[in-house]
């Protein structure tokens, strides 16, 4: 059995704490409408999260991008390697520049990547069902099956039940 990264652990369980019903998104993975099982009466929830999958990390995490606001100028400044790998670390930097071009914001992001084998993993460990995983481009439109590499996020729907 392979080992769950515990700091994936610690997310699920800090989202799962945070997870209510009808309620709007608190965290990465969100709830929807239940569902109630005529058989058992067991109230069910599927939800839905989503995480960054490696073309995202090898794109915009790995690039420069400048943009114009009121009066400023936003760039971020992607420090990850575009050959980057499962599991990486990744890294960009965030610069908030004023009308005068003076910096007032900078800060460094950083984000590791988990495969869907990981994630699925763990969220099989914390008590929920993996329904399906699709994946997004930029055009934000679900396609099945998720490929790492053409698809910047992963789309997880999974369910549980009640009290969970």
């Not at 709830?31 to 999958?53: E, I, Q, R, S």
């Not at 390697?81 to 960009?92: E, F, L, N």
């Not at 997004?136 to 790492?148: F, G, H, M, N, S």
Request: hydrophobic letters at 35%; one cysteine or more.
């Amino acid at each position: 059995m392979e080992q769950i990264d515990p700091d994936l652990t610690d997310a699920w369980r800090s989202v799962l704490d945070t997870i209510a019903p009808n309620q709007p998104n608190r965290a990465w993975l969100s709830a929807c409408d239940p569902v109630t099982v005529p058989a058992t009466g067991d109230t069910l929830y599927d939800c839905a999260g989503h995480a960054d999958a490696l073309a995202s990390y090898r794109g915009f995490f790995a690039s420069t991008e400048t943009h114009d606001y009121d009066g400023g100028q936003l760039v971020w400044r992607g420090r990850t390697p575009k050959d980057a790998c499962s599991g990486v670390h990744a890294r960009a930097d965030l610069e908030v520049r004023d009308h005068a071009g003076r910096v007032i914001l900078q800060m460094t992001h950083r984000q590791r990547h988990y495969s869907a084998d990981q994630i699925t993993a763990c969220l099989r460990a914390e008590g929920l069902k993996p329904v399906a995983i699709f994946g997004i481009k930029t055009d934000a439109v679900l396609r099945q099956p998720l490929d790492e590499t053409q698809h910047t996020k992963a789309v997880y729907i999974v369910r549980t039940q009640e009290g969970r």
